[in-house]
């Protein structure tokens, strides 16, 4: 059974960093793209960052451009979203996600066979 558990969330002032963890279990996704998503009260879940299963290739939002690092650890079977400079507007959960098919860093959601649980980042002002 194919498990991606989420940590690092939590409650933030506007202009700090927070790192989160994906952890996969189940298979390894060294071949696959793993990327970031999030989704605000009210919103649709929209893509964030991904990476590529080499790691040799990101893509991102625009609004986290600059300001948001993608990475993988693949011998961990792990990907990390750096957050730096966070803004209110960045106040979401966040849910990491893995392609069981593609390596590109793709921003479709429906290119993502599995998700993890979510985690809440709140930025206050």
């Known amino acids: 059974q194919v498990q991606l558990v989420e940590s690092g969330g939590g409650l933030v002032q506007a202009g700090d960093s927070l790192r989160l963890s994906c952890a996969a279990s189940?298979?390894?996704?060294?071949?696959?793209?793993m990327g970031w998503f999030r989704q605000a009260p009210g919103k649709e879940r929209e893509f964030v960052a991904a990476?590529?299963?080499?790691?040799?290739?990101?893509a991102y939002t625009d609004s986290v451009k600059g300001r948001f690092t993608i990475f993988r650890d693949n011998a961990k079977n792990t990907v990390f979203l750096r957050m730096n400079s966070l803004k209110p507007e960045d106040t979401a959960v966040y849910y990491c996600?893995?392609?069981?098919?593609?390596?590109?860093?793709?921003?479709?959601?429906?290119?993502?066979?599995?998700w993890g649980q979510g985690t809440q980042v709140t930025v206050s002002s």
């Open positions: 996600a893995a392609s069981g098919t593609v390596g590109a860093p793709v921003a479709d959601l429906r290119q993502y066979d599995y």
């Open positions: 189940g298979r390894t996704f060294s071949s696959n793209a």
């Open positions: 990476i590529s299963w080499g790691a040799g290739t990101t």
